[in-house]
């Protein structure tokens, strides 16, 4: 558990996080953009490459196809960084 007595998984604590607006982020430029692929309109970032990964939305989903989403996205990311470190 964690401190604040909700469920921990995989070591890692979201409590102290929160979305950000794109406008709080619309003046800056990106090497990479990654859609989800859940639906959402995604309005124009400046980035030099877009990636959609065609991932399910997991907002609805039971908990188990839940952290199947989560461990689809983990390992999307890590293959992108060992890509993005190799290139």
Same mark, same amino acid.
């Given at each position: 558990?964690?401190? =604040?007595?909700?469920?921990?998984? $995989?070591?890692?604590?979201? #409590?102290?996080?929160?979305?950000?607006? *794109?406008?709080?982020?619309?003046?800056?430029?990106? =090497?990479?953009?990654? #859609?989800?692929? /859940?639906?959402?309109? /995604? !309005?124009?970032?400046? #980035?030099?490459?877009?990636?959609?990964?065609?991932?399910? =939305? !997991?907002?609805? *989903?039971? !908990?188990?196809?839940?952290?199947?989403?989560? =461990? *689809?996205?983990?390992?999307? $990311?890590? &293959?992108?960084? &060992?890509? *993005?470190?190799?290139?």
């Amino acid at each position: 558990m964690g401190k =604040d007595g909700r469920s921990v998984e $995989v070591s890692y604590v979201l #409590t102290s996080h929160h979305s950000k607006s *794109l406008a709080d982020i619309a003046s800056q430029d990106f =090497d990479i953009a990654i #859609t989800m692929g /859940c639906g959402d309109n /995604c !309005p124009f970032i400046r #980035t030099k490459q877009r990636i959609d990964w065609q991932i399910p =939305d !997991p907002k609805e *989903l039971p !908990p188990e196809q839940f952290r199947e989403v989560r =461990d *689809l996205i983990e390992r999307k $990311v890590k &293959e992108l960084l &060992e890509g *993005l470190h190799h290139n």
